[in-house]
T-cell receptor, first 112, second 114 residues
Framework: KQEVTQIPAALSVPEGENLVLNCSFTDSAIYNLQWFRQDPGKGLTSLLLIQSSQREQTSGRLNASLDKSSGRSTLYIAASQPGDSATYLCAVSTGANSKLTFGKGITLSVRP | DAMVIQNPRYQVTQFGKPVTLSCSQTLNHNVMYWYQQKSSQAPKLLFHYYDKDFNNEADTPDNFQSRRPNTSFCFLDIRSPGLGDAAMYLC?????????????FGSGTQLSVL
């Protein structure tokens, strides 16, 4: 059974810092990995999707990497801003119909 | 502009009183999913539809049912809500449902059970 782990559960950084959020998964037989953002009490917004054949994806200040063989992904956030404060979840697709297995997320706080 | 719409945004129900949550989509996607997310927990898949084909997760309680009358709408019915069913319920869609596709989520419905 696929398990997705995100450690630490919470992170606080000063504004302007570059940071890395980690995600690990137990079964390397994945189709893709997605990073989501969730604001308090809200739904999920997809940030980046990396197919299993890819190594990384970039969108603006965000860069996600994937090392499928070691079961790891990182989300790099450059020049963090207070508006980046949210919970970041990673999820992997391991079956038909795009079913996702999620981690619990990392709650990021960027201090002004 | 919203593509996956969930109503209501907040729902309060009483212990044991049936409740229905709704989801609609303007993306014309084949697949619709319902996830349950409890506080500080990972979203957990309850079930999904591929067109009209219903797929239940093995550990989804019988108390949870779903209906998809057409491509655009999907409903989550909780027949007898218990206190443990208080959670955020998230609806999502994907296009053809292949394992490589991105999921699009709605804003969620926060369910409280009194």
């Amino acid at each position: 059974k696929q398990e997705v782990t995100q450690i630490p559960a919470a992170l606080s950084v000063p504004e302007g810092e570059n940071l890395v959020l980690n995600c690990s998964f137990t079964d390397s037989a994945i189709y893709n990995l997605q990073w989501f953002r969730q604001d308090p009490g809200k739904g999920l917004t997809s940030l980046l999707l990396i197919q299993s054949s890819q190594r990384e994806q970039t969108s603006g200040r965000l860069n996600a990497s994937l090392d499928k063989s070691s079961g790891r992904s990182t989300l790099y956030i450059a020049a963090s801003q207070p508006g980046d404060s949210a919970t970041y979840l990673c999820a992997v697709s391991t079956g038909a119909n795009s079913k996702l297995t999620f981690g619990k997320g990392i709650t990021l706080s960027v201090r002004p | 502009d919203a593509m996956v719409i969930q109503n209501p945004r907040y729902q309060v129900t009483q212990f044991g009183k049936p409740v229905t949550l709704s989801c609609s989509q303007t993306l014309n996607h084949n697949v619709m999913y319902w996830y349950q997310q409890k506080s500080s927990q990972a979203p957990k898949l309850l079930f999904h539809y591929y067109d009209k084909d219903f797929n239940n997760e093995a550990d989804t309680p019988d108390n949870f049912q779903s209906r998809r009358p057409n491509t655009s709408f999907c409903f989550l019915d909780i027949r007898s809500p218990g206190l443990g069913d208080a959670a955020m319920y998230l609806c999502a869609t994907s296009g053809a449902g292949t394992a490589r596709e991105k999921l699009f989520f709605g804003s969620g419905t926060q369910l409280s059970v009194l």
